[in-house]
């Protein structure tokens, strides 16, 4: 039972460019939530989906935008990429939105240079 | 915004020593989570807390959800060399929202 898979590993991406990342969840879960973590930080909220509708945001400004897609697969897309978004993306899934019982994946590492 | 203050950054302990670390907040939460991450892999989650004045066990581990609601407490009894990685704390909000500490790095000294 393969668990939560992240794609690509390892990203650079240049200022002001426009960037995707993947996330498939472990089998059975049908919510998917992202993270940033900052180099020496701990994760921070960015939004959740569910049912293919962003259920919840944090404090992340609009070029941060998701998508859910029927197979419960999901996607981070940021525009307009900032040095300041170098960090690892996590996701996380679960079923139903319980945050309490996530799963992680390894993460995305983004380099903006 | 909402912040937790977790405490130590960072430990050097001997094998099979005891450990302690806390996360704190003015902040009231209704739920804590403790993770454990190691290098290249996400969080995992090691303890989840719902009650104030909860104490959980999860093997070696212990966890107490405090009273005042804005403070949390994981202990590791006789540490193992597989321990060392970042521990994070993690709180609920009023509005479901999840907020994580810093995070306490655990060194093993061998």
């Known amino acids: 039972d393969a668990g939560v898979t992240q794609s690509p590993t390892h990203l650079i991406k240049t200022r002001g460019q426009q960037v995707t990342l993947r996330c498939s969840p472990k089998s059975g879960h049908d919510t998917v939530s992202w993270y940033q973590q900052a180099l020496g930080q701990g994760p921070q909220f960015i939004f959740q989906y569910y049912e293919e509708e962003e259920r919840q945001r944090g404090n992340f400004p609009d070029r941060f935008s998701g998508h859910q897609f029927p197979n419960y697969s999901s996607e981070l897309n940021v525009n307009a990429l900032l040095l300041g978004d170098s960090a690892l993306y996590l996701c996380?899934?679960?079923?139903?939105?319980?945050?309490?019982?996530?799963?992680f994946g390894p993460g995305t590492r983004l380099t903006v240079l | 915004g909402q912040q937790l203050n977790q405490s130590p950054q960072s430990m050097f302990i001997q094998e099979g020593e005891d450990v302690s670390m806390n996360c704190t907040s003015s902040?009231?939460?209704?739920?804590w989570l403790w993770y454990k991450q190691d290098p290249g892999e996400g969080p995992v989650l090691l303890i989840a807390?719902?009650?104030?004045?909860e104490l959980t066990s999860n093997g070696r581990l212990t966890a107490q959800f405090g009273i005042t609601r804005k403070d949390s407490f994981l202990n590791i009894s006789a540490s193992i060399p597989s321990d060392v990685g970042i521990y994070f704390c993690?709180?609920?909000?009023?509005?479901?929202?999840?907020?994580f500490g810093k995070g306490t790095r655990l060194h093993i000294l061998p």
């Open positions: 902040s009231i939460f209704n739920t």
């Open positions: 993690a709180g609920l909000n009023r509005d479901d929202k999840i907020i």
């Open positions: 807390l719902y009650k104030a004045g």
């Open positions: 996380a899934s679960s079923y139903g939105t319980g945050i309490d019982t996530q799963y």
